[in-house]
């Protein structure tokens, strides 16, 4: 029943799925393996779950993949994470196509190489038709960095001096506002914490945090998730009825 498609797992999944993708690192120190390689067979785990969560109907779906903090990694990691951006987010457009994804990224881009963000204008445009599943990208990106981002555009923007500052005036402002909030974030590698990951999206999220490496995850791994989710119940700040 789980692998259903159509109404009756839309009515119990989550509609906005988020991701932290943690453990790359250990998995490939446990196979005495360079980080590298870990993070190379996470991106293939982050295929194998946009298949998945397409298969599934979730329709949409954040990869935490750079945060503002992981510029303090050693060096060699950064370069070749930049490299591992440059080159395989546009050369797999055929994937993306395949399976309907539409690729946004969130965050603060202009810290990037020329070739980066060339490579992220170049997805978004070349996927810009698909609707399938909308798949977003968080690169240089902090929760707390998006939130002061959309103050300034905010601040930006206004007209008048006296014009009261509300919670959907920030929203718009932020980098996709179309985007509806996070039903669900997921923390792969056994951490239990959120590292500054769509804090004002996740103020009702629910959360999961799994032991397993992010490396290993396939849609045995969504689909047992979304089952957790689904026995939840959300209650939104209210109370059930007696």
């Known amino acids: 029943?789980?692998?259903?498609?159509?109404?009756?797992?839309?009515?119990?999944?989550?509609?906005?799925?988020?991701?932290?993708?943690?453990?790359?690192?250990?998995?490939?120190?446990?196979?005495?393996?360079?980080?590298?390689?870990?993070?190379?067979?996470?991106?293939?785990?982050?295929?194998?779950?946009?298949?998945?969560?397409?298969?599934?109907?979730?329709?949409?779906?954040?990869?935490?993949?750079?945060?503002?903090?992981?510029w303090c990694r050693p060096a060699k990691e950064v370069d070749y994470l930049m490299n591992l951006f440059s080159t395989r987010l546009f050369s797999e457009i055929n994937f993306y196509n395949s399976v309907g994804a539409k690729i946004l990224v969130r965050g603060d881009i202009a810290r990037f190489p020329s070739s980066v963000q060339d490579a992220i204008h170049a997805t978004q445009d070349a996927t810009s038709h698909n609707s399938h599943i909308i798949v977003t990208l968080a690169i240089n990106y902090g929760g707390q960095d998006e939130i002061v981002r959309s103050?300034?555009?905010?601040?930006?923007?206004?007209?008048?001096?006296?014009?009261?500052?509300?919670?959907?005036?920030?929203?718009?402002?932020?980098?996709?506002?179309?985007?509806?909030?996070?039903?669900y974030i997921i923390r792969s590698g056994g951490e239990k914490r959120i590292s500054n990951f769509l804090l004002w999206e996740s103020a009702y999220a629910e959360l999961m945090f799994v032991d397993s490496l992010w490396p290993d995850w396939n849609k045995e791994h969504l689909v047992q998730a979304c089952e957790e989710y689904a026995n939840r119940i959300r209650r939104y700040g209210g109370v059930l009825d007696e």
């Open 1 to 70: 029943m789980v692998d259903t498609i159509g109404s009756y797992v839309q009515n119990r999944y989550p509609t906005h799925i988020g991701i932290i993708m943690d453990g790359n690192g250990r998995w490939a120190k446990q196979r005495s393996l360079p980080r590298s390689m870990g993070h190379f067979e996470g991106v293939k785990a982050a295929k194998r779950i946009v298949k998945a969560a397409s298969e599934l109907e979730i329709p949409y779906l954040t990869y935490y993949a750079f945060s503002t903090e992981n």
């Open 151 to 183: 103050v300034n555009r905010w601040l930006s923007e206004r007209t008048s001096v006296t014009k009261d500052f509300s919670a959907e005036e920030m929203m718009k402002h932020f980098d996709h506002p179309e985007i509806p909030t996070v039903d």
